[in-house]
């Protein structure tokens, strides 16, 4: 895996992820559910979309907006294993751990 600090310098400069940010709704849905619950659905998320070694519909669209985690997610680009093996070195067909 990728250096932290050399994945976000990298993302930074990709005109794609930093076209994304939050919108009145989504910080509305921040600020509603508080963080500790949205932080609960990005885990969710992960777990149920990405942490099999190969999710059902990984790579098909994921929502664009309405969700600050979607649009975390594509900012910081975890949003799918291709992305996961583009940004962060982390190889398709293998299960994420908690490690």
């Known amino acids: ?3 932290l ?19 009145d709704r989504e910080l509305e849905n921040l600020r509603d559910k508080g963080e500790e619950t949205v932080m ?5 998320f992960i777990e149920k979309r990405l942490a099999a070694a190969n999710p059902p519909n990984d790579g098909r ?4 907006r ?3 985690v979607f649009i975390s997610q594509r900012v910081t680009a975890p949003c799918c294993r291709g992305c996961l093996e583009k940004w962060r070195g982390i190889a ?5 751990t908690d490690e």
């Open 5 to 23: 600090n050399e994945i976000f310098a990298a993302l930074n400069q990709s005109v794609f992820r930093r076209k994304f940010q939050l919108r």
């Open 92 to 96: 398709r067909g293998v299960a994420l």
């Open 1 to 3: 895996m990728r250096d």
């Open 66 to 68: 309405n969700h600050p």
């Open 61 to 64: 669209r994921m929502p664009l």
């Open 40 to 44: 609960s659905h990005a885990a969710d």
